[in-house]
């Protein structure tokens, strides 16, 4: 077991027969009591960025683009989640699809399903 504490949190990572597990443990109101951040050229460029895009989003919905009761942040979240799935849960995608998630053929259909996806929500 690998562990390491922090602020008063405690990361945990144990491999067993099964896989690796991780945890945390701790008071949360620690996380809020961190030092600030040092802000590079970069980072404020992609602040900024994520700014003019909330926006963006908060627009589209108060004109009716977007459903009332749809959060524009979480579905940002759930579609770039979405567009990561190939890489980040093959074994998902194979298990559910039963395909390689990295051949050219799911990868093209399962990009044409999130642009119907998009359409339906009013995005493409």
């Keep these: 077991m690998l562990s390491s504490t922090r602020a008063g949190l405690r990361a945990s990572c144990t491999l067993t027969r099964d896989g690796l597990t ?3 443990s701790g008071r949360r109101e620690h ?3 961190q030092a600030p951040r040092v802000v590079d050229g970069r980072e404020a460029t992609r602040q900024h960025d994520c700014l003019v895009s909330r926006n963006r ?3 589209r919905q108060e004109a009716g683009e977007l459903p009332a ?3 524009p942040a979480c ?3 759930m579609l ?3 567009t990561m799935a ?3 849960l093959p074994h998902i995608i194979e298990g559910t699809c039963g ?3 990295r051949s050219p053929e799911f990868l093209d259909r399962f990009a044409g399903q999130v642009a119907v996806l998009a359409r339906h929500l009013g995005l493409g």
Excluded: F, N
Aim: aromatic share 4%; hydrophobic share 40%.
């Design 86 to 88: 190939p890489t980040t």
């Design 57 to 59: 989003r908060d627009k």
């Design 80 to 82: 770039m989640a979405m």
């Design 31 to 33: 996380l809020s009591r």
């Design 99 to 101: 395909v390689d998630p």
């Design 22 to 24: 991780s945890g945390w």
């Design 69 to 71: 009761d749809l959060d």
């Design 75 to 77: 579905l940002v979240v």
